[in-house]
């Protein structure tokens, strides 16, 4: 496998199940990104992981829960879902995100993303 | 902070015509600017950045953008389309915040190209 994997590709969930978004690089990258992409939204920046700590939580509610066990993998938790989170989930990596690290170009790298939906 | 806005949220041209999507930026600082494409069902890949070295930067798929201080903008252009070249295309600016970056992505513009 190269580059960004995501599993699974699809997932139809009811509000009261409990289910996993898998996020795989192998790209020897150390920051990693979680997006929402829903219909006629702009992509939504979710959670950043730099050297598996969070540095980014950007506003997403407790029914999101991360995990980055290390640096080639992250985890998206998902519980009690509602209707309106059935979107596009993508998963990111990129060389640092600290701030201007010498040598870094930036720019992420995507998985193909899940596409989940809540039923 | 750094944003962009992509004027059109939908192109669609002929085969074999000039592709252009726009794209303005907003930044105090010397912007890092990005266009992605997205086909369906597919993540974003990238086609190209703009890192302050030349203004005219190529991508892949004989797209190239060119960066303009002056009008802050970066829009994306193909001589000639194909209509593989059908998907979402979109603008993205790194933000600078907290001590990381971030890419800030616009709204997307989806361009269809018809035989």
């Not at chain 1, 701030?99 to 993303?113: I, N």
Request: hydrophobic fraction near 35%; charge should be neutral.
């Amino acid at each position: 496998e190269t580059g960004v994997t995501q599993t699974p590709r699809h997932l139809v969930m009811g509000m009261t199940n409990k289910k996993s978004l898998k996020c795989e690089q192998h790209l020897g990258h150390n920051a990693m990104y979680w997006y929402k992409q829903s219909a006629k939204k702009p992509l939504e920046l979710m959670f950043v992981y730099s050297l598996e700590e969070r540095v980014e939580n950007n506003s997403v509610p407790s029914r999101f829960s991360p995990e980055c066990p290390n640096s080639s993998h992250l985890f998206l938790h998902l519980h009690t879902l509602q209707p309106e989170d059935s979107a596009l989930y993508l998963c990111a990596s990129s060389q640092d995100a600290a701030l201007a690290t010498l040598g870094s170009s930036y720019e992420q790298y995507f998985g193909p993303g899940t596409r989940l939906t809540v039923t | 902070a750094q944003s962009v806005t992509q004027l059109g949220s939908h192109v669609s041209v002929s085969e074999g015509a000039l592709v252009l999507l726009r794209c303005n930026y907003s930044s105090s600082v010397p912007p890092y600017l990005f266009w992605y494409v997205q086909y369906p069902n597919q993540g974003l890949q990238l086609l190209l950045k703009y890192t302050s070295a030349a203004t005219l930067v190529k991508g892949i798929n004989d797209f190239e953008a060119e960066f303009k201080k002056s009008e802050t903008s970066f829009h994306l252009t193909k001589p000639s389309a194909h209509m593989s070249d059908a998907a979402e295309y979109f603008c993205a600016v790194i933000r600078f915040s907290g001590g990381y970056n971030k890419l800030i992505f616009g709204a997307g513009t989806r361009l269809a190209v018809h035989p």
